[in-house]
């Protein structure tokens, strides 16, 4: 093997490849990343099993990257990453010169690498699964940012580390739930019925990369695996097994109170609320009435009690005495996008819902509230 | 106790005042800082027993702060910075309204908080040390740049974890050391003659309060400890116990070996070479011959090596291979402030002295070389 490639192109494949890449993997040569230079193109291939992240540096038309022999080889993707990045060279020599022992040099500086055979990397199958879904990259980080939040974090009910995407009628609906909260997006997708369940992990990792949101994405998926791609990028992760519950139950449609408030004001009065901390959770609380402003207060042991009324545009029911967790409630509000949020509720142990001011449920935020003893 | 301040002085103090405060402190006042309500001005205190930090924050034209009620109150540091940075108002009301519940009021958001009594709040002695220097902060900053990263991190010799100042006729000597580098710095200070050690986490808050570098510092010092001040900011620092070692006698003053050369390309090396890490130290090798290029190599077992030849301007002595820890070297050389430097050595296992081309001890770095077995 033995190619010229110039650094930025090489420097920048590799940023991206080494996302999926993890330092202590079980198979030694997981922890590198493989390089294959073929005729007209190096692909460069990183996973750690959950992860796979493959690209094609393709020949362009000042024959960079110049393959002068073809082969292959896996080499640490830190030092490689690092070599890359602090070559002073525009372009990098880089040969297999004895064995695994790959050589990369630039301007003057010369670094030999031991490397690992290219027989010691698994096959990973990078095959192109059966439903195709097209999105703009912009669509995609929109949608990831106002469900993945909401995703559970502990691993005791592993489905809901990820976010469903269930598709019926040409609908794809997104939904994160910890099972305290639950956030959900409705989206156009395809006329393929399915319900699958992606890590938040994988998701996250596809708006990092993907992250010129000007560009189009072609979303593959089966019952196995998601690829995410580009012309010269695929991102593809496994799902997450087991039957997603059944969320749409649990979203009330019928309500009692209804407060319409200015979002940029709740979000920074709970903010201020939320230095009170009572241990891990700060768990504030919303009085209304009709015809007066909302009072958010927080009282916190031995500390001390936050109070600060917030206008509200409108609000109709009976007077509410209701409690939740701030970070909860931030989060949800920030997924609305729209200057007023419409917050309605049942009742003060009954999910309240948050959406934008007209109601439409494209997103859909629900935090359950929480029982104090005010 | 009651006052009005606006937002942006009371905030801009604390954050000074709250560098000296520790979260957990023995004495449990000293988490807090007092906040002093008298005439003309408040007085802000933070101290975690080593560094104490004073402001005055005094009422201007526009009576800011506007005192109402003199008093005295200790309140949490990170509560209380915590609390005025997120006030979303231009002037915060704050007045003692219970026993040590202390009301912190902005718009309309109102924070009430559990105090610490002045009273449990260890005296500070602010008396003025006698003796003193003029310093310019940006002087003070660029003292401190070229000696105090060579202090040691170890506690196992205290006294070595900070900077000393040796002052004799008229020019004061700051030297620090962890027994394996040192680095040294010359400046005219005072006619007093004193040998203190200041601890170098005091003097790096000082560099850090003291940022505006146009600004002129008073220091005044004794054999106890030394403030740094300005009309309104009083940092003081204690001072390390222990007789600093007499470190003069280590630094060689006749050389069998001088190399001239230019200091980015050889910290440029130097920072490649360092990726080839072999446990936590990498230990670069440097080769020297008249006539030739400086040789940088490094080999790490199993992973691989590096070489990069580095154009010298000059090189007198006899041939010369000599290996030091790639991390001191390039410290080193970045606090020696000159385009081009000189590294002078008597031999492969004695200390190498870095300074600018002229030889100029002003600024001295030495290093001891590493024994290897190439």
């Known amino acids: 093997m033995k190619f010229t490639v110039s650094k930025t192109r090489l420097y920048s494949a590799l940023s991206v490849v080494s996302r ?19 005729d007209d193109r190096l692909i460069l291939t990183g996973s750690n099993s959950d992860i796979s992240i493959r690209i094609n540096v393709r020949t362009d038309g000042d024959n960079d990257p110049d393959i002068q022999e073809k082969g292959s080889i896996v080499i640490d993707s830190k030092y490689l990453t690092d070599i890359v ?11 297999i010169i ?25 096959e990973i199958d990078f095959s192109v699964p059966g439903v195709s879904i097209n999105m703009n990259a ?15 974090v502990k691993e005791t009910r592993p489905v809901l580390t990820g976010v469903n995407l269930n598709s019926r009628n040409g609908r794809v609906i997104a ?16 006329d393929a019925d399915f319900s699958i369940t992606v890590p938040s992990r994988s998701l996250n990792e596809a708006k990092a990369i993907f992250s010129d949101t000007s560009k189009d994405l072609l979303i593959h998926l089966d019952t196995k695996k998601i690829q995410f791609t580009t012309d010269d990028v695929i991102l593809q992760s496994r799902l997450l097994d087991g039957s997603y519950p059944e969320t749409e139950r649990l979203i009330p449609h019928e309500f009692k ?20 901390k009572n241990e891990n959770m700060t768990v504030i609380r919303m009085q209304m ?69 007209a109601g439409e449920e494209s997103i859909l935020q629900l935090i359950l509230p929480i029982r104090t003893y005010n």
Do not use: C, W
């Open 20 to 38: 999926a890449v993890s330092a202590n993997s079980p198979i030694p040569a997981l922890s590198g990343i493989k390089i294959d230079a073929e």
């Open 85 to 95: 990045r602090k070559m002073d060279a525009e372009k990098i020599d880089v040969e």
């Open 98 to 122: 004895d064995g695994t022992l790959t050589r990369f040099a630039g301007n003057k500086a010369e670094f030999k690498i031991n490397g690992f055979r290219s027989s010691e990397y698994p």
């Open 138 to 152: 912009g669509k995609l980080a929109s949608i990831l940012e106002s469900t993945a939040f909401a995703a559970s």
């Open 175 to 190: 939904t994160a739930t910890d099972s305290f909260r639950l956030a959900r997006t409705v989206f156009e997708g395809t």
């Open 257 to 276: 109170h209804e407060l319409v408030i200015d979002k940029r004001s709740l979000i920074g009065t709970i903010d201020r609320a939320s230095l009170m």
């Open 289 to 357: 009435k009709e015809g007066t402003d909302v009072m958010i207060s927080n009282r916190a042991q031995e500390i001390g009690e936050f109070n600060e009324p917030v206008p509200a545009v409108s609000y109709h029911g009976a007077p509410l005495d209701i409690s939740f967790a701030a970070n909860y409630a931030m989060d949800a509000l920030r997924a609305v996008d729209s200057p007023n949020v419409l917050i309605r509720f049942t009742g003060e142990m009954k999910p309240l819902i948050i959406t934008n001011e």
